[in-house]
């Protein structure tokens, strides 16, 4: 069973950058599985930030911007807002058509 | 835009078959995308469940497969999600999604079910 980890929480100051992996727990993540980031505020549906690597969502702010970090999906916050405070998710696709979400990273702005 | 709407009971008996519906307005089922299910455990992680293309062909969760099935009826413009023997562990949030490129585009708002006698 693959596991996707992600950090659990991490705390950032306002205006400050913070990046978020997204790593296989046997394996390294490369652009072939398609790394998609996911913002969700509770009781909200999930809302796409980035997606393949690093394509920023139509409406998404520039301060998100997702790349490949060694052998991790990474997703970077640069100049964290208030709003900004939410649980993200990472996804891989992989490969035979089964897709598999990250355990998430809860996301504090303070 | 495209529009998702979940549907079904909200309560489920353990042992019972959760049964959810997904109504796509603002476009075609009949398109050249496929169509997810995604559920979450209250307080949890998001778990991906399964998808279906409009010809009928599915892909499931390897976890859940012998549990899940997953319809569509291309005529009303909707897809289904069915699955048996539920425990109390089955209680999640379940969204209904769209695929786009290789993630999920479109999202339902999700629907809550929980499985309790």
């Known amino acids: 069973q693959t596991v996707v980890t992600q950090e659990p929480s991490f705390s950032v100051s306002p205006g400050g950058t913070v990046t978020l992996t997204c790593g296989l727990s046997s394996g390294s993540v490369s652009t072939s599985y398609y790394p998609t980031w996911y913002q969700q505020t509770p009781g909200q549906a999930p809302r796409t930030l980035i997606y393949s690597t690093n394509t920023r969502s139509s409406g998404v702010p520039d301060r998100f911007s997702g790349s490949i970090l060694g052998n991790k999906a990474a997703l970077t916050i640069t100049g964290a807002q208030a709003d900004d405070e939410s649980d993200y998710y990472c996804v891989l696709y992989m490969g035979s058509d089964y897709y598999v979400f990250g355990t998430g990273t809860k996301v504090t702005v303070l | 835009q495209v529009q998702l709407q979940e549907s079904g009971p909200g309560l489920v008996k353990p042992s019972g078959t959760l049964s959810l519906t997904c109504a796509v307005s603002?476009?075609?089922?009949?398109?050249?995308?496929?169509w997810s299910w995604v559920r979450q455990p209250p307080g949890k992680g998001l778990e991906w469940i399964g998808e279906i293309y409009e010809s009928g062909s599915t892909n499931y969760n390897p976890t859940l497969k012998s549990r899940v099935t997953i319809s569509v009826d291309k005529a009303k413009n909707q897809f289904s999600v069915k699955l048996s023997s539920v425990t109390a562990a089955d209680t999640a949030v379940y969204y209904c999604a769209r695929n786009g490129d290789h993630y999920f585009d479109y999202w339902g708002q999700g629907t809550l079910v929980t499985v309790s006698s």
């Open positions: 603002g476009g075609s089922i009949s398109g050249s995308n496929w």
